[in-house]
């Protein structure tokens, strides 16, 4: 039986020697294309983002939701990182506000074209801010990239 077992052992490694090339371009493939994600948002995303923000104002204003509001002094690295905590924020107040999809699908895309970014803290380490200075604080942050972006 031990025996057995052992050929089985060898003669998949045998198998798999030819393969890894194969299994080496595959990887390389797929690093590939999770490189591809664009590493920040255009001028347009974020003008668009802006404009989405003031046709939910109301609802954002009107919420009780206590945020966490990343500080407008960012590292240029963490900038999708201060961004996607800024949507995924956004996102409780659409929820907890039963703001229609059709009125805040932006938000979740534009979260999804964040690229992630490593080594940035984590949302929940920013000061918990009450939604009108989350808003306002959100607003400062873009315009401080679209001035940025802009020159």
């Not at 052992?9 to 045998?14: D, E, I, P």
């Not at 009780?64 to 995924?88: E, G, H």
């Not at 690229?115 to 000061?127: A, K, V």
Request: with cysteine; hydrophobic share 35%.
């Amino acid at each position: 039986m031990v025996i057995q077992k052992s050929v089985q052992f060898q003669l998949t490694c045998n198998l798999c020697r030819g393969s890894h090339k194969t299994q080496v371009w595959l990887c390389f493939l797929i690093l590939s294309f999770l490189s591809t994600c664009h590493s920040a948002p255009s001028v347009s995303e974020i003008k668009d983002l802006r404009t989405s923000l003031s046709n939910l104002k109301l609802y954002i204003e009107r919420s009780t939701a206590i945020l966490y509001t990343p500080t407008v002094q960012f590292q240029d690295k963490c900038k999708n990182m201060i961004l996607r905590c800024y949507m995924l924020e956004l996102m409780v107040i659409l929820y907890e506000e039963e703001i229609p999809d059709s009125e805040g699908q932006f938000i979740y895309h534009f979260n999804q074209s964040l690229s992630p970014e490593i080594g940035c803290p984590p949302c929940e380490t920013y000061n918990p801010q009450n939604s009108e200075t989350f808003f306002k604080s959100l607003k400062n942050v873009l315009e401080k990239l679209l001035v940025e972006y802009e020159h």
